[in-house]
């Protein structure tokens, strides 16, 4: 089903949603067997994957449901996050300071790889 701003309400809203683009991609996350997770991995790579990107992307796609049954988790692996930065010594800034250009931290695997 598509909203009223015509948005598909599924994994392929939000990959309208990012500046992801490309067909190879597009293709290998549509024969997933979990293509929001496959998504999320592939557009961590780029410079719009952001939490509030994401929001903003569903809130277009009228998907509060989503919003309302994890805002309570993200804001704790957000606080886990930067507790474990923390621990390494580092910030959020530093963080993107360190690794602009390049790869993106978005998983705790990715924080752990820090340092």
């Known amino acids: 089903l ?8 599924d ?16 293709e290998k996350i ?11 991995e592939e557009w961590k790579h780029f410079e719009d994957a952001t939490i509030v990107n994401l929001l903003n992307i569903l809130e277009t796609m009228d998907r509060f449901d989503v919003i ?14 930067d507790k474990l ?16 250009g390049s790869e993106k931290v978005l998983t705790y695997d990715d924080i752990a790889m820090l340092k």
């Open 2 to 9: 598509r909203t009223e701003n015509k948005s598909l309400r």
């Open 11 to 26: 994994w392929r809203g939000v990959y309208e949603g990012t500046n992801i683009q490309n067909n190879m991609i597009y």
């Open 30 to 40: 549509k024969h997933s067997q979990n293509p929001f997770k496959l998504l999320l």
């Open 68 to 81: 309302d049954d994890n805002c309570e988790r993200i804001k704790c692996d957000m606080q886990a996050a």
């Open 85 to 100: 930065l923390k621990e390494k010594g580092l910030s959020v800034g530093a963080v993107e300071n360190k690794i602009a």
